[in-house]
């Protein structure tokens, strides 16, 4: 079993939509959650960074954390065609090394 | 957030040849930085953790006499691909922070002929 698990896509929703990512981990020592956007042949770039269980807002994107359930969220409203990326939900714990899922490919259609 | 550069952005290269990455913080200070690599329509695979000062701690399975890292100042990480080969053909990220390691360099995209 894969330390984080990360549905691949592709994801296809039409410009407007609200869009629902998805990664579940295994490693209870994980302390803080990330979600990246990498769109292609470039570095990822970090969009939210959270700590601990709940959810953080910024902008379009909402950042959810379920420590419990081992399942992290990110939601973007009012989705437009430059979101289409992949993004790539990390994690980590007290070592600074990040575990990164697989990233789902989004594509916004105009 | 903070900036981290890669140079060069792209290499092609012939095999046998040894290609040297360069990965800078530009306004921190970074004891430590990683090195990843990433094929197509792939997740990022961490190599190595960069410790300035000292020797670098690699994954399991990542050939250390192969991929030479130097981690010289609290600036800059190089990561040396010694006798590429085709099959070391990826694009190589690096990515540092003031704490966690959060930011990404742009990458560095290595064609081996």
């Known amino acids: 079993q894969k330390e984080v698990e990360q549905d691949p896509g592709p994801l296809s929703v039409p410009e407007g939509a609200i869009v629902s990512l998805n990664c579940t981990y295994s490693?209870?020592?994980?302390?803080?959650f990330m979600w990246y956007r990498q769109y292609s042949r470039k570095g990822p770039e970090l969009l939210m960074y959270t700590y601990s269980s709940g959810n953080k807002e910024d902008g379009r994107f909402t950042a959810q954390v379920d420590k419990s359930s081992k399942y992290i969220s990110l939601f973007i409203r009012d989705s437009q065609p430059s979101d289409s990326a992949t993004y790539l939900c990390a994690m980590g714990g007290g070592a600074q090394k990040l575990v990164f899922g697989q990233g789902t490919r989004l594509t916004i259609n105009p | 957030g903070a900036v981290v550069s890669q140079h060069p952005s792209r290499v092609i290269c012939k095999s046998g040849t040894s290609v040297k990455i360069e990965c800078r913080s530009l306004?921190?200070?970074?004891?430590?930085m990683f090195w990843y690599r990433q094929f197509p329509k792939q997740s990022l695979m961490l190599m190595a953790t960069s410790n300035e000062g000292s020797k670098a701690t690699y994954e399991q399975g990542v050939e250390k006499d192969k991929f030479l890292i130097n981690h010289a100042s609290l600036t800059l990480s190089t990561l040396t691909v010694t006798s590429a080969h085709p099959e070391d053909s990826s694009f190589y990220i690096c990515?540092?922070?003031?704490?966690?390691?959060?930011?990404f360099g742009p990458g560095t995209r290595l064609t081996v002929l």
């Open positions: 490693n209870s020592a994980f302390q803080y």
């Open positions: 306004d921190f200070q970074a004891t430590t």
């Open positions: 990515s540092a922070s003031p704490d966690w390691g959060k930011f």
